[in-house]
């Protein structure tokens, strides 16, 4: 009987517990109920919501924020992809790739500074030229750049890949014999366009000036 009565109190206590603490977490709007807010978000997101989606991608990346403008086109989304391949064919006929091609590549209106996207594992067997790939490249952070060319090695199979930022002219010095070892990830969809952007206003500081505020086509 004792034990009963310990058990319905243990049930009792948690209750009222989880009461005040369900109440001070999304109903109270003192400031005090604002930073438990916040701070049941951030454990929420940092210790259940991201481990999980690491697993479920099969990344350390799951999410990512666009940013830079080396992947940027005129008008976005909103623009015309006929106009703005006319203006780069030239760029993309020295890697053999025309057009019809680049029609049915993956964001084949480029990826926009501050955009937030869902990024899986890339596989390097399965990559293709078209896809776009996020690599360590020895900088500050991963580099997100399209695939242009995938080379294979004839003795031990190992394939290694090529990438051009949409909105740059040229490659950078290491973006040649991108290793499997190397890949973060590949993004598959944009999660929020240009909703990155409240994260990346308090960094935009500390950018050389040439990097900063909104993309223009280079």
């Given at each position: 009987m004792k034990e009963l009565v310990k058990t319905s109190k243990?049930?009792?206590?948690?209750?009222?517990?989880?009461?005040?603490?369900?109440?001070?977490?999304?109903?109270?709007?003192?400031?005090?109920?604002?930073?438990?807010?916040?701070?049941f978000l951030?454990?929420?997101?940092?210790?259940?919501?991201?481990?999980?989606?690491?697993l479920v991608t099969g990344t350390s990346l799951p999410l990512?924020?666009?940013?830079?403008?080396?992947m940027y086109h005129k008008g976005d989304i909103f623009g015309n992809f006929d106009n703005w391949y006319s203006?780069?064919?030239?760029?993309?006929?020295?890697?053999?790739i025309n057009q019809s091609q680049f029609n049915?590549?993956?964001?084949?209106?480029?990826?926009?500074?501050?955009?937030?996207?869902?990024?899986?594992?890339a596989n390097p067997d399965k990559i293709k030229v078209g896809q776009i790939i996020i690599f360590n490249g020895g900088q500050a952070n991963p580099i997100i750049h399209r695939v242009i060319n995938i080379t294979?090695?004839?003795?031990?199979?190992?394939?290694?890949?090529?990438?051009?930022g949409d909105n740059n002219w040229g490659q950078l010095s290491v973006e040649n014999g991108i290793t499997g070892e190397q890949l973060v990830g590949r993004p598959v969809f944009k999660i929020a366009p240009s909703l990155g952007w409240v994260k990346l206003i308090f960094y935009e500081g500390r950018k050389p000036a040439y990097e900063r505020g909104l993309c223009?086509?280079?």
């Amino acid at each position: 009987m004792k034990e009963l009565v310990k058990t319905s109190k243990n049930k009792n206590g948690f209750r009222k517990f989880w009461e005040k603490f369900w109440w001070a977490v999304w109903k109270d709007d003192s400031f005090k109920g604002w930073i438990i807010s916040l701070l049941f978000l951030f454990i929420l997101i940092k210790f259940i919501i991201f481990p999980l989606l690491n697993l479920v991608t099969g990344t350390s990346l799951p999410l990512a924020i666009v940013e830079s403008c080396s992947m940027y086109h005129k008008g976005d989304i909103f623009g015309n992809f006929d106009n703005w391949y006319s203006r780069h064919v030239q760029k993309y006929n020295q890697y053999d790739i025309n057009q019809s091609q680049f029609n049915n590549f993956i964001f084949k209106k480029g990826l926009n500074k501050g955009d937030i996207l869902f990024i899986v594992k890339a596989n390097p067997d399965k990559i293709k030229v078209g896809q776009i790939i996020i690599f360590n490249g020895g900088q500050a952070n991963p580099i997100i750049h399209r695939v242009i060319n995938i080379t294979i090695n004839p003795t031990t199979g190992e394939r290694t890949f090529s990438t051009l930022g949409d909105n740059n002219w040229g490659q950078l010095s290491v973006e040649n014999g991108i290793t499997g070892e190397q890949l973060v990830g590949r993004p598959v969809f944009k999660i929020a366009p240009s909703l990155g952007w409240v994260k990346l206003i308090f960094y935009e500081g500390r950018k050389p000036a040439y990097e900063r505020g909104l993309c223009h086509e280079n």
